[in-house]
């Protein structure tokens, strides 16, 4: 079965060079894929394009080598061309995330094909109206949040009037019932917060720095999976 129809974004790592103190990315992932993440994203608003290839055949590596290129997704970040360009170098990647000034959904879609994945950060302003209103045709899943404010991407949550706005755990229950597809959670996500997120119905957390800055990454990455699968309530059918 295409990993598209079998998504799983319950826990989803996003890791780029710039977020792991010098360690290699690969060894970040393939601690985190151990530990039962299932799903990788590539992100790195600093490396080249051809390190962004480089990185990408890594993941898909770590991925195929622990035996799980059918059930974790590997996504990259922004860059439809990268993406591509890996393709073309027989890497399996198997899809995008994509936010709202990125590359528009219908684009990813044509590129890409039926079997990848798109997923999208829903809009911060009117961000209730925004999931029952868009078009999900084309979107596999919603990224949503913050939870706080993160040094990681310091724009994360911005409203139009650039205030950065938070969501509280009613505000992402109530996301994850209006939302018509998938939605995860990131921004700010520590190990303490995943009880009571999974209790919100929402079908996944994300993080950055919980993993990658930790001293033991595959001992965190473990403690985030084992929290999520004790707290997580049964996923609102969508
Ligand atoms: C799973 C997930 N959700 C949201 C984002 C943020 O995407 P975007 O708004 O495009 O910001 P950048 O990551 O490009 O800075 C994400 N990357 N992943
Ligand atoms: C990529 C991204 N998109 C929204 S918040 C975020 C960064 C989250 O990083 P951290 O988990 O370190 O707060
Ligand atoms: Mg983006």
Known sequence: MS?????????????????????????????????????????SKVASALELIQ?????????????????????????????????????????????????????????????????????THELFEYIKTVDVSQIDYFGAG????????????????????????????ELAKLSPIPVVIGGGVKLADIPPLAQTGVDGFFVVSAVTEADDPKLEATNLVIAWNLNKLNPISK
């Open 55 to 123: 990185l990408t055949r890594e993941a898909s590596e770590v991925i195929a080598q622990a035996g799980k290129s059918d059930e974790v997704a590997l996504l990259v970040n922004d860059r439809l061309d990268v993406i591509l360009a890996a393709r073309k170098q027989g890497i399996k990647v198997d899809g995008i995330h994509v936010g709202q000034s990125d590359i528009p959904v219908d684009v990813c879609r044509e590129y890409l094909g039926d079997d990848s994945i798109v997923g999208v950060s829903a809009r």
């Open 3 to 43: 990993i598209r129809k079998n998504i799983n974004i319950s826990a989803y790592l996003v890791v780029g060079p710039e977020n792991t103190k010098n360690r290699p990315v690969g060894t970040i992932i393939k601690d985190a894929i151990e530990a039962g993440f299932t799903c990788i994203q590539i992100r």
């Open 146 to 173: 913050p939870l706080r404010e993160t040094k990681t991407k310091p724009d994360c949550g911005m409203d139009l009037d650039g205030k950065i706005v938070i969501r509280s755990l009613d505000e992402i229950s």
